[in-house]
């Protein structure tokens, strides 16, 4: 009876921290954004005739705004960034190769908007030459998992390589445009999520669902890390367009 006591404590306490955890991720809406709403459809883990679907806000600020919203846009559009990467390994592990082009379609649409972010700041040429770069990302990582679910290594080598040096590039890029983000440093942390994306595809691929799991915790939060170093070079190299 104290055993049948405990356990229905603890499926309380996790029912309740889940419904705090949603309920914190849902109202921590930006402020002073304009959004509209585009949706990613991600196959369910937990059968193939079941979808759950996850609404991705593609965030345009009107203005530069201040520090916070700033850090606010740029935080939400690399979380969907992370979400997409998922919802397209969800698809490629049910061989769903339509929503396998709606994902992509959706990831390159996430970085339009952070294009736009950019060119808020830097103008439009700048914004459009980072649009090109990250879409380079997105297709090495598509190439990486497409690779990963067929067992093929060439490909997956292939695609770390074009992974790597995409990382590169777009380091070298964010780096002559502000000096406040050294190209090692950047180029670090796009590595970094690269070899996470890569890991992601390959737990997934083996039917590692519990790991992949943390992984993408670890995966999102790594992402927000990039938005707010970003976030924080542009403050301080604008000063007083972030009062």
């Known amino acids: 009876m104290a055993q049948s006591r405990l356990w229905g404590t603890t499926v309380i306490g996790v029912i309740i921290a889940a419904v705090v ?19 990613i459809t991600a196959i369910s883990t937990v059968t193939k005739v079941s979808t759950i679907t996850t609404t991705a806000t593609a965030t345009v600020a009107t203005t530069t705004g201040a520090a ?3 850090r606010a846009l740029l935080r939400s559009l690399f979380i969907q960034h992370a979400e997409g990467h998922r919802a397209f390994a969800y698809a490629l ?24 972010a950019v060119a808020l700041v830097y103008g439009k040429s700048t914004g459009d030459k980072f649009v090109g770069l990250f879409n380079g990302h997105i297709m090495a990582v598509a190439a ?12 997956k080598k292939e ?15 964010l780096s002559q445009a502000n000096p406040n983000l050294p190209r090692d440093v950047v180029f670090s ?22 790991d992949e799991s943390s992984l993408y915790i ?3 939060d790594h992402l927000i890390r990039i938005a707010d170093a970003i976030a924080e070079a542009i403050v301080k190299q604008f000063p007083d367009k972030f009062k």
């Open 144 to 155: 990486y998992y497409t690779s990963a679910f067929a067992g093929n290594e060439t490909g």
């Open 218 to 220: 670890a995966m999102r």
């Open 159 to 173: 695609a770390a390589n074009a992974l790597v040096s995409n990382a590169m590039d777009i380091a070298v890029f």
């Open 68 to 70: 916070s919203d700033l």
């Open 21 to 39: 955890f949603f309920a914190i991720g849902y109202f921590a809406t930006p402020p002073k954004l304009v959004t509209s709403t585009v949706t």
């Open 93 to 116: 592990y049910f061989k769903d190769k339509q929503m396998q082009q709606v994902v992509v379609n959706e990831l390159l649409a996430n970085s339009k908007a952070l294009g736009d």
């Open 189 to 210: 942390l796009l590595r970094d999520h690269g070899l996470q994306a890569m890991r992601q595809a390959d737990l997934l691929a083996q039917g590692k669902f519990s």
